[in-house]
């Protein structure tokens, strides 16, 4: 079964650092891995998400996330902090075989941003 | 963007009535939709696969008569809590996926706050 673990409930940063927001997967067939990002009363948008070619993925908003198999990670980070990127991300795991459908969330990090 | 109308956004019943929460894709045709429950500071638990014109495929330990889903058309699916109970409070949300001859896109609802007394 697939499953994924996000490091930290809440993550504070200063605005203009660095974010570094921290997933771990566990899957035993090659995955897809997915960040969303959910806004106040929003749903979810899809920030990025890696399909086994390049292993560094760019999204949008300057977010980049790198999968490293030997760590079974696939952190989300963003060199400068905005105070607009203040929201709840998710990371999610699929089947390659499933694609797009049947994603396994983490349970979810509140990111502030501090003036 | 593609976008994906949850309604209502919350609401409030009590013990033992019937709740409908609608999922509408408003720009595509999705003839799958899903719904998701999520508890307070925990993940999405994925209950069910809608399927446009069929029956609803549930996971493990969901309760499909407890939980009804409709999926009548293209752009609409509905999901049922039949009498509810406290312990059906719950965030619920939905996502629907747009088929496209090139690319395959999630796309979710807003969330509905399900308060049970």
């Known amino acids: 079964a697939q499953s994924v673990t996000q490091l930290g409930s809440h993550v504070s940063v200063s605005e203009g650092a660095l974010v570094l927001l921290r997933c771990n997967y566990s899957?035993?067939?090659?995955?897809?891995l997915f960040w969303y990002v959910q806004y106040p009363n929003q749903g979810l948008q899809l920030l990025l998400k890696?399909?086994?070619?390049?292993?560094l993925v760019k999204g949008i908003n300057g977010f980049e996330a790198e999968f490293k198999k030997s760590e079974t990670s696939f952190h989300l980070t963003k060199p400068s902090a905005h105070m607009s990127d203040a929201a709840e991300y998710f990371c999610?795991?699929?089947?390659?075989?499933?694609?797009?459908?049947?994603?396994?969330f983490g349970q979810g990090t509140r990111l502030t941003i501090n003036p | 963007g593609a976008v994906v109308s949850q309604h209502p956004s919350w609401v409030i019943c009590k013990s033992g009535t019937s709740v409908k929460i609608e999922c509408r894709s408003l720009d595509f045709q999705a003839t799958t939709m899903f719904w998701y429950r999520q508890f307070p500071k925990q993940s999405l638990m994925l209950m069910a696969t809608?399927?446009?014109?069929?029956?609803?495929?549930?996971e493990q330990g969901v309760e499909k008569d407890k939980f009804l889903i409709n999926h009548a058309s293209l752009t609409l699916s509905t999901l049922t809590v039949t009498s509810a109970h406290p312990e059906d409070s719950s965030f619920y949300i939905c996502?629907?996926?747009?088929?496209?001859?090139?690319?395959?896109?999630?796309?979710f609802g807003s969330g509905t706050q399900l308060s049970v007394l």
């Open positions: 899957s035993s067939v090659p995955p897809y």
């Open positions: 809608s399927n446009e014109g069929s029956k609803a495929t549930y």
């Open positions: 999610a795991v699929s089947d390659i075989g499933q694609g797009a459908q049947k994603l396994v």
């Open positions: 996502s629907a996926r747009e088929d496209t001859a090139t690319n395959e896109k999630l796309f």
């Open positions: 890696y399909t086994s070619a390049a292993t």
